[in-house]
């Protein structure tokens, strides 16, 4: 019988409190004998254990009922300072506080972009936001210093960090259809209800409930037919999210469900058996194409387009086989239609809405699509305007003449490059893209060296996987979010750590 590790045993325990916790079979105050666990284990395990813990948690943290009134400081804010403080200790015994000299550049740039983002609090209309969101982002970088430090000093750590993203994709695609299959059987007041009033208040806290419930949510998506229908967001607080997390850790699924294939040719590689998990990723891609993204779509049409001329003029057999699951990607979409011609929500449900949604991208004068080009407009001149420090770090509502309190609604630039330039102005903006570009250049270059399968299915999938994303936040900031800041975050880590170890292990 095979060993249960004392860090599966508290994932199995954090997965059932979550579980009946947010859907409210125990007392909420679970939550705080939860985090309890989860500090303490993070602090009597091993590093590499705490941070692997974290890892898979990051679907499944949970706001705390500290009080009445304060109710949403989440757990992986005290989780990610325990993991980091107890690395720091670690390395001022070892004298080892001190800026080492590899990837002298990464470490440059992000230090100077958190230099900037301080200054900007001083130009910032509400200094106190300010503040607040560059504690929040310093923060959640806390676990992403430490996973990088490990990564490079512990050659299979990166390994081990990537396949433990697969976990928690089961538990959000698994969550995210069950949301599908709700509403058969909800109408949509219900619905609210449920997913709203109890399960969100109980994950995220009362302040997010009632944003979510009172002032809007992604959660749904309304066509000229009358029609509405889910936008899947399963344990996320919205549908901008969820496809980005998956998107995220598709890549591991790849590297783990087909290390094993024989890449020689391409023909060996389809006849190869992978492990049954490769079929999370047309789940994944399905999932993604169902929480009616559009920019999401868009940018896997594109991907899709530059993979397949890329597989014809590079003869890689690694591409040509990733490459084949973008085909994949495009048949999902047959799927689309009949889930959503399903009268759910019990409200009529009559002519194709896919066609309808897909035509709504490139229909201006549709009111999304109007309204996100006049908040790109103020974003650009705001940039324009105030182009060394921005308006300041979170205090972008303040670009288009709104109160400051509704970044927390939701206020965005609609585009990531633009909310960097408008909120800490073009310097930033520059550093931003650089380290973007190196993060994608270095997956890259690892690719190119490898020769292990683990390593090149890995890498190749980023290829695919890390512009997709890049293309996806020209239309959405949706990378600000908690959860998807920590998850690429450690994304981004193992591509710069892994760098430093050898592909012939």
Not at 94 to 116: A, M, T, V, Y
Not at 149 to 169: A, C, S, T, W
Not at 321 to 339: N, S
Not at 480 to 491: N, P, Q
Request: proline share 3%; charged share 10%.
């Amino acid at each position: 019988m095979k060993h249960i590790s004392s860090l599966d045993k508290i994932y199995a325990f954090e997965i059932v409190s979550f579980f009946l916790i947010i859907f409210g079979i125990v007392p909420r105050w679970w939550a705080l004998v939860l985090a309890c666990v989860l500090v303490v284990y993070s602090i009597a395990t091993s590093l590499e254990d705490a941070t692997t813990l974290f890892v898979r948690s990051i679907p499944l943290f949970i706001a705390l009922p500290i009080t009445h009134s304060f109710d949403n400081f989440n757990t992986w804010r005290i989780v990610s300072l325990v993991i980091f403080l107890r690395w720091a200790i670690v390395q001022y015994q070892k004298s080892n506080l001190k800026i080492q000299n590899d990837n002298i550049k990464i470490k440059i740039l992000f230090i100077s972009l958190l230099c900037i983002s301080a200054f900007s609090i001083f130009v910032a209309a509400d200094t106190m936001i300010a503040l607040k969101r560059l504690i929040y982002f310093i923060n959640l970088s806390f676990v992403a210093i430490v996973a990088y430090d490990l990564i490079e000093k512990h050659q299979d750590y990166g390994r081990r960090i990537i396949q433990n993203f697969i976990p928690p994709l089961i538990i959000v695609l698994a969550v995210g259809f069950f949301q599908l299959a709700s509403t058969y059987f909800f109408d949509i007041y219900q619905f609210i209800g449920f997913w709203g009033s109890r399960v969100q208040c109980l994950q995220f806290g009362s302040e997010w409930c009632g944003i979510a419930i009172n002032q809007g949510n992604t959660w749904f998506a309304y066509n000229s037919f009358g029609q509405i229908n889910l936008r899947m967001f399963s344990l996320f607080t919205d549908s901008h999210t969820f496809p980005m997390y998956i998107l995220m850790t598709i890549p591991a699924v790849f590297a783990y469900a087909s290390e094993r294939i024989n890449f020689t040719s391409l023909k060996t590689a389809v006849r190869t058996r992978a492990r049954l998990l490769v079929l999370l990723v047309p789940l994944g891609f399905l999932a993604a194409i169902l929480s009616n993204t559009r920019g999401i779509w868009l940018a896997g049409w594109g991907i899709t387009l530059v993979a397949l001329v890329t597989a014809i003029a590079w003869h890689r057999t690694v591409i040509r086989y990733l490459t084949g699951f973008l085909i994949i990607y495009l048949l999902m979409f047959a799927f689309v239609y009949p889930l959503s011609a399903t009268p759910q929500f019990h409200l009529w449900a009559g002519q194709a809405t896919l066609g309808s949604r897909i035509h709504s991208i490139i229909d201006f004068s549709e009111t999304s699509n109007k309204l996100r080009l006049a908040i790109w407009k103020a974003s650009a001149l705001s940039t324009l305007h105030h182009p060394l420090l921005g308006v300041g770090i979170g205090n972008f509502p303040s670009v288009l003449g709104q109160d400051i309190s509704l970044a927390k609604a939701g206020s965005s630039a609609h585009n990531l490059y633009l909310q960097i330039g408008a909120e800490l102005g073009i310097p930033a903006l520059l550093i931003a893209l650089a380290l973007l570009w190196i993060i994608f250049k270095r997956a890259f270059d690892i690719f190119k060296k490898s020769s292990v399968p683990f390593d090149q299915l890995y890498f190749g999938a980023l290829l695919i996987v890390v512009p997709w994303l890049y293309a996806y936040l020209m239309t959405d900031a949706a990378l600000f979010d908690e959860r998807a800041f920590l998850m690429f975050s450690i994304l981004a880590v193992t591509i710069l750590g892994y760098e430093q170890i050898p592909t012939s292990r």
